[in-house]
């Protein structure tokens, strides 16, 4: 069984779509889906935004259905000028970007008690999963423009990234490239649990002073590209 943890219905939606049923359970306030998708045993959710809600429902994914990988699937902000809109991040390594126990001496990201900063993902999924973003690409299956894809880091916070300070800082501190508010708290709980893992997120905005304006406007067309790439990868997995 795969998991697929998403934070919000809209990032959900067009994966539920395709799915044959199979139940619907409910643990710890979070709503799983139980079923079939593209021929592969899933169970999915919509964890809610923020990094704890994030942790709840991956903890409680694990316990109860015991999946063989999760996937975080969703939206994100740009923090790469090579990156626009509909565009495709696919995390090599996350990070928190507001764990700050620098006054301890402890580098900015890094858990104290630990030497965890960046936790990596699993290079078979991420691999598996940009090979599907460019076979979608040559199919012409995202429209007029081919989407563009990268690995790198994604930087994860309870913040909507929404200026170029914020943005600036976060870049030059993990040289990341694109930021959202649940990944990384997904890799943590998979990292303790030994869990194979990765993190997909399509941009819905630049995380600038135009990221208000820009998220609800682009935010639906962001996810259904993720979903289709989600599709595709369990298709052919």
């Given amino acids: 069984m795969i998991g ?8 959900l ?11 619907e359970l409910s643990y710890s306030g979070v709503d799983f889906y139980l079923g079939k998708l593209e021929g592969q045993e899933v169970v999915c959710a919509v964890c809610g935004v923020g ?45 928190q970007h507001d ?49 563009k894809a990268l690995q790198g880091t994604i930087a994860s916070g309870d913040q909507f990234i929404s200026s170029k300070g914020q943005k600036q800082l976060i870049v030059e501190e993990f040289d990341a490239i694109a930021c959202e508010m649940e990944g ?20 819905s905005d630049s995380a600038d002073d135009s ?4 998220y609800p406007a682009f935010v639906e067309l962001a996810a259904a590209n993720s979903a289709k790439v989600i599709r595709h990868f369990l298709k052919n997995r």
């Fill in 51 to 95: 990094k704890v809600f994030a942790a709840i429902c991956a903890q409680t994914m694990i316990l109860k259905f015991h999946p063989s990988l999760i996937i975080n699937v969703g939206v994100a902000g740009s923090l790469s000028k090579s990156l626009g809109v509909a565009d495709i991040v696919i995390a090599r390594r996350l990070v």
């Fill in 13 to 23: 939606k067009e994966i539920k779509a395709g799915m044959e049923p199979d139940g």
């Fill in 4 to 11: 697929i943890i998403c934070a919000m219905q809209e990032e």
């Fill in 99 to 147: 764990m700050d126990v620098t006054a301890l001496g402890v580098p900015r990201g890094q858990i104290l008690g630990s030497d965890i900063q960046y936790i990596f993902t699993s290079e078979e999924i991420r691999d598996a999963l940009f090979s599907s973003i460019m076979m979608l690409n040559a199919q012409g299956a995202f429209g007029k423009r081919e989407v």
């Fill in 184 to 203: 990384a708290s997904i890799a943590q709980v998979c990292y303790v649990n030994k869990l194979p893992f990765c993190v997909l997120r399509a941009i």
């Fill in 211 to 214: 990221a208000k304006m820009d």
